[in-house]
């Protein structure tokens, strides 16, 4: 057992500090509102194609498609770094981290020559088209419908707290193409097709970052689909097995909380409940750190997480949640017109324990497949 | 990074488990607060356990791993200081340990030959007569004992002196670590079988999320106390020994609460792990103590 990283990793994590120092603007924190924001999204298509330029966007890609084979850790610590900095690639970090994978493996030809080429130039935008107003943590309720029609099909329903929905130039969406539960099928859908109403909606979280999708006899040719029809849940377990551990939050949350005691002491305001609670966060910082560092491992080593990945999730929101109840304790400034970053952390900080599966069904999967408990009655 | 355990600690781990496997149940009929044995803590001895930390292919990490592992038997044995604290001093001070904190009670105090003293700001070490200790009667499930008179000791250098100071916070969370899983899995076998509304307890989504919850803690305080053994530092000590405690905490109540008024009898056990780790607490100054430690060394 080694918590060590190798020279390798440590000068690759230098390359991208030292690209982010270059390539950041000066007023970068206090434009980052927000991945979803118009100012982030439009940011993220310069600073990713010169990401791009200098190997730092895909590296852990195969060559074949813009990448140079690097392995785990090095997307874990890009993704690391990325998210501390305030996720400057906006929206699409989805692509780096499972869109553009997931193309690779249940892609067709065309659509793998459409879509990955662009990601990998770090030109393109996408969003998921998964929450519906009936259907959230039960997906598989979702009622939006693709109807085939000669070599079409005809999109109709609606999607909901999409994020970066106003901007994406694609959806990876859902639809049910049959009448049992399962029957979902996934479409790759340009977000020009006529019938497709975008529409923000106002949050908590920041700027644009999500909104509704209305389908109205939106057509996409059959060829549109990935994979075959009701394949959907197959391949989207696989994709999001990846984003469990997509975001590695904690790194942001560790450097927020870091921040907030140094401006606390500089204000001798660093007081015993403020040491204590600081503590307290910094260890659930730490421990998430470390639990999606052996998922990480895990993946390295070629072992598909089952429940682990559950466990650091729910860690991560842990530590999410116990930096921004600090700092609204600590430096309530922060919610009025305080520090930038600060402000966009605890904005984003609500997100941990719904996007990418919601913190409770996590704790079902540890209960029933890690301790196994026995199930509930269905 | 390599969470996996090397070859040889592997081979350590096997070895250890088989040792420890005719101690994985209490006696029948036992009814006890304290389970202590003399047996086990012989055999680990004759195996060389106690050393292990010093044989450079194992180091601290393993020795750590051990503690953790010891510390799932409901038989206390003191493990945690011999192997953690021991290849830390100066001189050869003869094991079991004990901690005596500003002159309270404390675990093993009546086994120890050697105390490690703890008298304000100040860290000393003293050879332990048997008839300067008494046994205490205790709810902690730990044999506990006072000193009783005056002793001389030896104070430790400061810069040693903190040294001891953060290697008694990672065993302190390595033994929390072993316990808390031990208590969680006596739970979850309770909750497997027992039955009310005419399903198994731990089929009810209330009680599952909670033992999600008490379960990425345990696992947390694990990971953190290996990663503080590895790297020693004083940072990473303070952090596991606050989670430990946090941790303890929660999960204690949530356990007992879980058994119903099982928990409340000495016929199931759980009580072995969980008054452990109530007497793991208060150590080095409890939560307070820790986080005082994390502002001084990680938010310098």
């Known amino acids: 057992m080694e918590f060590n990283w190798t020279q390798q990793q440590q000068e690759f994590r230098a390359t991208v500090r030292e690209f982010l120092e270059k390539n950041l603007p000066e007023n970068w924190e206090s434009i980052a509102h927000g991945p979803g924001s118009a100012t982030q999204s439009e940011f993220s298509k310069q600073f990713c194609g010169q990401?791009?330029?200098?190997?730092?966007?895909?590296?852990?890609?195969?060559?074949?498609?813009?990448?140079?084979?690097?392995?785990?850790?090095?997307?874990?610590?890009?993704?690391?770094?990325?998210?501390?900095?305030?996720?400057?690639?906006?929206?699409?970090?989805?692509?780096?981290?499972?869109?553009?994978?997931?193309?690779?493996?249940?892609?067709?030809?065309?659509?793998?020559?459409?879509?990955?080429?662009?990601?990998?130039?770090?030109?393109?935008?996408?969003?998921?088209?998964?929450?519906?107003?009936?259907?959230?943590?039960?997906?598989?309720?979702?009622?939006?419908?693709?109807?085939?029609?000669?070599?079409d099909y005809i999109i109709n329903g609606q999607k909901i707290w999409t994020s970066y929905a106003g901007d994406a130039d694609t959806c990876f969406l859902l639809a049910r193409t049959g009448s049992g539960k399962k029957a979902?099928?996934?479409?790759?859908?340009?977000?020009?097709?006529?019938?497709?109403?975008?529409?923000?909606?106002?949050?908590?979280?920041?700027?644009?970052?999500?909104?509704e999708v209305f389908f109205e006899n939106a057509k996409v040719?059959?060829?549109?689909?990935?994979?075959?029809?009701?394949?959907?849940?197959?391949?989207?377990?696989?994709?999001?097995?990846?984003?469990?551990?997509?975001?590695?939050?904690?790194?942001?949350?560790?450097?927020?909380?870091?921040?907030?005691?140094?401006?606390?002491?500089?204000q001798c305001r660093f007081h015993l409940g403020a040491i204590e609670q600081s503590a307290r966060a910094h260890a659930a910082c730490e421990a998430a750190r470390l639990f999606s560092y052996e998922i990480i491992d895990q993946r390295q080593k070629g072992i598909i997480a089952g429940a682990e990945a559950s466990v650091a999730r729910v860690a991560t929101v842990n530590a999410e949640r116990a930096v921004a109840e600090f700092v609204v304790e600590h430096l309530p400034e922060t919610l009025s017109g305080g520090d930038p970053l600060l402000l966009a952390h605890h904005q984003r900080g609500i997100v941990a324990g719904i996007a990418s599966g919601a913190a409770e069904i996590q704790l079902n999967l540890i209960a029933t497949q890690l301790i196994q408990l026995p199930r509930e009655p269905r | 990074m390599d969470f996996a355990p090397n070859e040889d600690q592997i081979a350590l781990n096997s070895a250890l488990e088989k040792l420890a496997s005719k101690f994985t149940s209490p006696p029948t009929d036992f009814r006890q607060f304290n389970l202590y044995s003399e047996e086990l803590d012989q055999q680990l001895e004759l195996g060389g356990f106690f050393d292990a930390a010093e044989i450079p292919e194992l180091g601290p990490v393993s020795a750590a791993m051990m503690t953790e592992q010891l510390a799932r038997l409901p038989y206390a044995v003191e493990s945690a200081l011999s192997m953690l604290i021991k290849p830390q001093l100066k001189g050869d001070w003869p094991r079991p340990y004990a901690v005596v904190d500003n002159g309270r009670p404390s675990r093993f105090a009546k086994q120890a030959k050697t105390l490690?003293?703890?008298?304000?700001?100040?860290?000393?070490?003293?050879?332990?007569?048997?008839?300067?200790?008494e046994s205490v009667d205790s709810l902690f499930a730990y044999p506990m004992g006072k000193v009783s008179q005056k002793l001389e000791y030896t104070p430790l250098p400061k810069t040693e002196a903190n040294k001891i100071r953060v290697w008694m916070r990672i065993a302190l969370a390595a033994e929390a670590a072993g316990l808390l899983q031990a208590a969680l899995n006596a739970a979850t076998e309770h909750l497997s079988i027992r039955k009310q509304f005419g399903r198994p307890l731990g089929s009810f989504q209330a009680v599952q999320h909670r033992m999600a919850e008490c379960t990425v803690l345990a696992k947390g305080v694990r990971l953190l106390a290996l990663k503080a053994a590895w790297s020693e530092d004083a940072g990473d000590a303070a952090l596991a020994a606050l989670h430990a405690q946090e941790s303890a905490t929660r999960?204690?109540?949530?356990?007992?609460?879980?058994?119903?008024?099982?928990?409340?009898?000495l016929e199931f056990p759980l009580h072995l792990w969980t008054y452990r780790l109530k007497a793991l607490l208060s150590e080095l100054n409890g939560r307070g103590g820790q986080a005082q430690a994390v502002a001084t060394h990680c938010f310098a």
């Not at chain 1, 793998?112 to 393109?124: F, N, S, V």
């Not at chain 1, 790759?188 to 970052?209: A, F, H, W």
């Open chain 1, 184 to 211: 979902i099928s996934i479409f790759l859908v340009p977000m020009e097709t006529p019938g497709i109403t975008v529409v923000e909606i106002p949050s908590l979280i920041g700027e644009g970052d999500i909104h």
């Open chain 2, 116 to 133: 490690i003293i703890i008298e304000k700001e100040q860290v000393g070490i003293a050879a332990a007569p048997s008839e300067a200790v």
């Open chain 2, 251 to 265: 999960v204690v109540y949530d356990l007992h609460q879980f058994m119903g008024a099982m928990g409340m009898t």
């Open chain 1, 221 to 266: 040719p059959a060829s549109a689909m990935l994979g075959e029809e009701g394949e959907a849940w197959d391949i989207v377990r696989k994709a999001l097995s990846l984003e469990r551990v997509g975001i590695p939050r904690f790194a942001l949350a560790s450097r927020i909380l870091h921040r907030a005691v140094a401006q606390l002491k500089v």
């Open chain 1, 51 to 151: 990401l791009a330029e200098a190997g730092l966007l895909v590296p852990h890609w195969p060559q074949a498609w813009g990448g140079r084979d690097a392995d785990a850790w090095s997307a874990f610590i890009l993704a690391e770094e990325m998210w501390a900095a305030g996720e400057p690639r906006g929206g699409q970090y989805m692509n780096v981290n499972w869109i553009g994978p997931t193309l690779m493996r249940f892609g067709s030809k065309e659509q793998q020559q459409r879509y990955i080429p662009p990601m990998a130039k770090g030109e393109t935008i996408w969003c998921q088209g998964f929450s519906e107003p009936e259907a959230g943590s039960d997906l598989a309720s979702l009622r939006t419908r693709a109807e085939k029609s000669g070599s």
